[in-house]
């Protein structure tokens, strides 16, 4: 695209790499009794068939990753309950690990179920299990977002919030790894009880996303409030000094 004629004659088109996740929620919005926009969403929804069963096929739930695989979708449910605000994507599995991740977010969550994996496939667990309990390590991972680098005071929070190489994220210490906030935490629990702990991780996390951004708008807010009402006042002292 970059290298047509017509897009450099325009000079404020641009272009940019987008994930087919991407392209389907900005494409949830779309009427649903419109001719046009069922036949794209009925596409839409075959892509994304496609890219789960191709999942499926390089890291098939089989021989013990069927457990972490439910174990991550429950507490993707429990989060979407306690935080329906921030939408939070299904679970993407590699080799050793599988992830939840946050969607159109100013600071980026990561929740990432890590275990020790066979390294061919189906990349089966290794001593998933202790008893009727399952061993898994979480990393709670956070970072500012393209999408919240572009507001500069919410850039500039994030900048003295890792300055020091840790932060407190609603009681829980973070310390930083490059550009994330890192919490990192070993669990070998009963399946029901470690979905429960990983959740409640999750959910102090997403009520951290949640509350910086309000802060920061709130801080805004009153800052245009405090000049607006500095303005009025200054323009009735003018006016008074005229009459």
């Known amino acids: 695209m970059k290298s047509l004629d017509e897009f450099h004659e325009r000079n404020r088109d641009f272009a940019t790499r987008l994930s087919w996740a991407t392209v389907s929620k900005l494409l949830e919005s779309l009427s649903t009794t419109d001719v046009d926009a069922q036949f794209i969403s009925s596409g839409m929804s075959s892509i994304n068939k496609v890219i789960e069963d191709l999942e499926k096929r390089r890291f098939p739930n089989v021989g013990g990753r069927e457990y972490i695989n439910d174990t991550a979708f429950a507490v993707r449910e429990r989060l979407a309950q306690k935080c329906p605000q921030i939408r939070i994507g299904r679970p993407f599995p590699l080799e050793n690990s599988f992830t939840l991740s946050s969607w159109e977010t100013n600071i980026t969550l990561w929740l990432v179920l890590l275990f020790k994996a066979h390294t061919e496939p189906p990349y089966a ?30 850039k500039q929070r994030w900048t003295e919030l890792i300055a020091s190489g840790a932060a407190d994220v609603c009681g829980r ?12 935490q070993e669990f070998n629990e009963r399946q029901q009880d470690l979905i429960i702990r990983l959740s409640e991780i999750g959910e102090s996390a997403l009520r951290f996303v949640d509350t910086f951004t309000n802060e920061t708008t709130k801080g805004t807010v009153a800052v245009a409030s405090t000049a607006t009402r500095l303005n009025k006042d200054q323009k009735r002292s003018s006016n008074e000094h005229h009459l």
């Open 173 to 184: 210490w973070y310390e930083l790894e490059g550009k994330w906030l890192v919490l990192q």
């Open 125 to 154: 667990p290794i001593d998933l299990f202790d008893g009727k309990k399952m061993r898994l390590t979480l990393q709670a991972k956070l970072k500012l977002s393209e999408k919240g680098s572009r507001n500069h005071q919410l």
